[in-house]
């Protein structure tokens, strides 16, 4: 894939991003803060070591993917996961910058109720949020290697998405 715009370096100097395996084998954060398995719960608890203290001014919240792999999942609870680290971040001067799921193969339903909410939650406290769901649904088998995490070239989609997510609307 020919990359035309690229994350500009400033942005990823200053980022924490926070998340589960999918954040953590991404090769594109210099600061990456993805753990494989954790749960929004297990996220949250680690939100002042990892994104705090780093003392870097933005986080880009990616979390949730773990939650809805379940039959009946705590949508209620994951949101307000996601609101606690909102809160903290917010209190300790930090930019925070929302995502959107990516694809999951098994459940397509489960990923697409939390994006909603999500999306939801940004607008309502205006923050900046990253639809990484879009650009590759319906395209399971070329973007996620195992129906969950994206190979090389779902990473270069998220790359791309963020990127754009990032410059102002004209």
């Given amino acids: 894939m020919h990359r035309t715009d690229e994350l500009p370096a400033s942005f990823n100097d200053e980022t924490v991003f926070l998340g589960d395996s999918i954040t953590c084998f991404w090769s594109l954060p210099e600061h990456n803060a993805g753990i494989p398995g954790q749960t929004t719960s297990q996220i949250e608890a680690r939100f002042q070591t990892a994104v705090v203290q780093s003392g870097l001014p933005k986080v880009v919240i990616l979390t949730g993917a773990n939650d809805v792999r379940v039959a009946n999942p705590d949508y209620s609870g994951v ?17 925070v910058i929302l995502c959107e799921l990516t694809p999951i193969t098994c ?46 070239l779902g990473y270069s989609i998220m790359e791309d998405t963020l990127t754009k997510s990032l410059k102002p609307v004209s």
């Fill in 79 to 95: 949101l307000a996961n996601i609101q606690k680290m909102v809160a903290q971040g917010k209190q300790a001067g930090i930019d």
């Fill in 107 to 152: 459940c397509d339903t489960q990923v697409r109720t939390l994006n909603a909410m999500i999306k939801d939650y940004a607008k309502s406290r205006n923050l900046l949020l990253v639809d990484y769901y879009t650009p590759m649904a319906g395209k399971d088998s070329t973007y996620l290697g195992d129906g969950l995490h994206p190979n090389a």
